[in-house]
């Protein structure tokens, strides 16, 4: 019994839309390899507009910029138990009662459910 042949569909990709898209891949990687004085686009100012875009249509996920930054310049599997579990100047006195976080409770979703509906919004208008 034969395979049948894959057919890639034509109405999701087209040959000249995937060309073109690898060519502005590939300018966009030209662009980045230049020196930052030569270089054919201002893609910090892009990303500011796109994050502002995004700030404004998605709740605060309480997660900043530089909390990001740091979690990416290290390597999660770095810290030890030992380390971890060990009182540091900068953590809360071991006399002090432990802050505790509510748990969360089944259905207690609001704050998914609104971004998933914003998502679906943003995705419709497109």
């Known amino acids: 019994m034969k395979s049948p042949k894959l057919q890639a ?3 999701f990709v087209k040959e000249e839309d ?4 690898l060519c ?4 966009v990687i030209e662009d980045f390899t230049s020196p930052v ?17 995004s700030c404004a249509s998605v709740s605060d996920s ?21 380390r971890l579990n060990s009182p540091t100047a900068l953590s809360p006195a071991a006399s ?8 969360p409770k089944l259905g207690d979703t609001k704050d998914l459910e609104d971004f998933i509906a914003d998502l679906d919004r943003t995705l419709e208008s497109e």
């Open 9 to 11: 569909p034509a109405k």
């Open 18 to 21: 995937l060309s073109d898209v």
């Open 24 to 27: 502005e891949f590939d300018a």
């Open 37 to 53: 004085e030569k270089r054919h686009f201002r893609y910090d100012e892009h990303l500011k507009t796109v994050k502002r875009r």
């Open 62 to 82: 309480g997660i900043s910029d530089t909390d990001s930054a740091d979690s990416l310049n290290r390597n999660s599997f770095s810290f030890s138990d030992e």
């Open 96 to 103: 002090s009662p432990p802050l505790m976080s509510p748990k």
